[in-house]
């Protein structure tokens, strides 16, 4: 049986009175017991299983006809598999999504609250559900959110990380410019929007590209450093 659980059919085939017995309660007949078939035909019996939310789960079937007795096991099982979020979020926020597949009762919950979701929780009926997992923009350091997804007893734990705000200057190999001028490019690491701009005089800068620019200095005729 799946998770869903309904009606299955088996067959009795006996010229004595019988009857059938299952040792689970979610597993129920359409007749428990009668008469053998006047004309020798085997007897169809119906067995219901109730939906399920568990992974798995065994009843032992007992059919018993005058001295003898048959056993056997009926099993009902759940499957369930998550597809994780594939990337870190930007510092900016945004969304992105996952999928639950199952045939279970299932819930999503975010171990913090810049993480949520369109959805929490589910009645699983064994297709796909798209989850959209929406982070806040970040304006601190790198951060990440343990993602727990639960059905039927199992659980599914995830991290997703997100950029943090990043603004930092790579120090030229050689600071110095010459006496006679000239002009250094500088490197920005950064995910932020920014400008720049100079206090020393004889000194100008000027912004290249998002990650670099340059500082430039004329003619120093004087003899100290500046």
Same mark, same amino acid.
């Given at each position: 049986?799946?998770?869903?659980?309904?009606?299955?059919?088996?067959?009795?085939?006996?010229?004595?009175?019988?009857?059938?017995?299952?040792?689970?309660?979610?597993?129920?007949?359409?007749?428990?017991?009668?008469?053998?078939?006047?004309? +020798?035909?085997?007897? *169809?019996?119906? %067995? #219901? !299983? $109730?939906?399920?939310?568990?992974?798995? =789960?065994? /009843?032992? @079937?007992? &059919?018993?006809?005058?001295?003898?007795?048959?056993?056997?096991?009926?099993?009902?099982?759940?499957?369930?598999?998550?597809?994780?979020?594939?990337?870190?979020?930007?510092?900016?926020?945004?969304?992105?999504?996952?999928?639950?597949?199952?045939?279970?009762?299932?819930?999503?919950?975010?171990?913090?609250?810049?993480?949520?979701?369109?959805?929490?929780?589910?009645?699983?009926? +064994?297709?796909?559900? *798209?989850?959209? %997992? #929406? !982070? $806040?923009?970040?304006?601190?350091?790198? =951060?990440? /959110?343990? @993602?727990? &997804?639960?059905?039927?007893?199992?659980?599914?734990?995830?991290?997703?990380?997100?950029?943090?705000?990043?603004?930092?200057?790579?120090?030229?190999?050689?600071?110095?410019?010459?006496?006679?001028?000239?002009?250094?490019?500088?490197?920005?690491?950064?995910?932020?929007?920014?400008?720049?701009?100079?206090?020393?005089?004889?000194?100008?800068?000027?912004?290249?590209?998002?990650?670099?620019?340059?500082?430039?200095?004329?003619?120093?005729?004087?003899?100290?450093?500046?």
């Amino acid at each position: 049986y799946t998770a869903a659980g309904g009606p299955l059919p088996f067959s009795i085939e006996t010229n004595q009175p019988w009857e059938v017995r299952s040792d689970a309660l979610w597993l129920t007949f359409s007749k428990s017991e009668g008469e053998p078939d006047p004309e +020798g035909k085997p007897m *169809v019996i119906t %067995a #219901t !299983a $109730a939906k399920s939310n568990v992974m798995s =789960r065994t /009843a032992t @079937v007992t &059919v018993t006809s005058g001295d003898d007795v048959e056993t056997f096991e009926v099993v009902q099982k759940a499957h369930f598999k998550v597809t994780e979020i594939a990337e870190a979020f930007s510092a900016a926020g945004g969304s992105q999504t996952l999928t639950i597949k199952t045939d279970l009762d299932w819930e999503i919950s975010s171990s913090e609250p810049w993480l949520t979701f369109d959805k929490t929780e589910g009645q699983g009926d +064994g297709s796909a559900v *798209v989850v959209t %997992a #929406t !982070a $806040a923009a970040n304006e601190g350091a790198v =951060r990440s /959110a343990a @993602v727990k &997804v639960s059905a039927g007893g199992m659980t599914e734990t995830f991290l997703v990380e997100q950029d943090g705000i990043e603004f930092r200057i790579v120090e030229p190999e050689d600071p110095v410019i010459e006496g006679q001028g000239g002009e250094i490019l500088i490197e920005v690491v950064t995910t932020l929007d920014w400008t720049v701009a100079v206090s020393g005089k004889g000194f100008a800068a000027e912004k290249v590209d998002a990650n670099h620019f340059k500082v430039s200095a004329g003619w120093n005729n004087t003899f100290a450093e500046r």
